[in-house]
């Protein structure tokens, strides 16, 4: 095994978590539940309103000690798409989560807090050019979930740019 594929190795263990913290268990379950692999239908919106469907796959998997649920979105259908992961890291001294999503071949990065609510899951921040965005999960069961992103348009609304249904492949 060459040394580059030992780091690889190295990153990958160190990365990987079995499963949720134990001491916050309960507190994980809200991104916990979407560990697994999901089939995704996601649209997205071009600048002229149009809307364009692709085809893809959004993998969830526990690390960082537990303590972090990171994913890769890949749409391999759509031109110029590359996988883009999110980290989303529950912290306990503040009963919080923060999430970064990144886009390595736009350079896009999108920093986050997040909060359950009666309907499913809100995160909202910004982009680092200072654009506002939110993002929502809902209508969340076992086996799907919808999720919508939305871009500030002006100070007071928000608009649709992105959604994907998702639907579980494998068991978690």
């Known amino acids: 095994m060459d040394t580059t594929s030992q780091s690889a190795d190295t990153l990958a263990h160190a ?3 079995q499963g949720p913290h134990p001491d916050y268990v309960e507190k994980l379950a809200v991104f916990g539940q979407f560990v697994g692999s999901w089939r995704v239908t996601n649209r997205l919106r071009a600048a002229d309103g149009s809307w364009t ?13 537990g303590l972090a649920i ?8 759509a031109p110029n798409r590359y996988p883009g992961t999110t980290i989303r890291c529950y912290v306990p001294t ?9 886009d390595p071949h736009s350079g896009l990065h999108v920093t986050l807090q997040a909060s359950s609510v009666d309907t499913g899951i809100v995160l909202e921040g910004s ?9 929502i999960f809902s209508n969340i069961t ?7 992103g ?4 002006n100070a007071t609304s928000f608009e649709l740019v992105q959604e994907m249904a998702a639907h579980r492949q494998h068991d978690r």
């Open 94 to 102: 503040t009963d919080s989560w923060n999430a970064v999503w990144l």
């Open 70 to 77: 990171q994913d890769v979105l890949d749409c391999p259908t």
């Open 53 to 65: 469907t692709y085809s893809g796959r959004w993998d969830f998997g526990w690390t960082l000690g």
């Open 142 to 148: 076992d086996t799907s979930f919808h999720w919508q």
């Open 150 to 153: 939305y871009l500030a348009r």
């Open 127 to 135: 982009t680092q050019l200072g654009t506002s965005v939110r993002w």
């Open 15 to 17: 990365l990987h978590a």
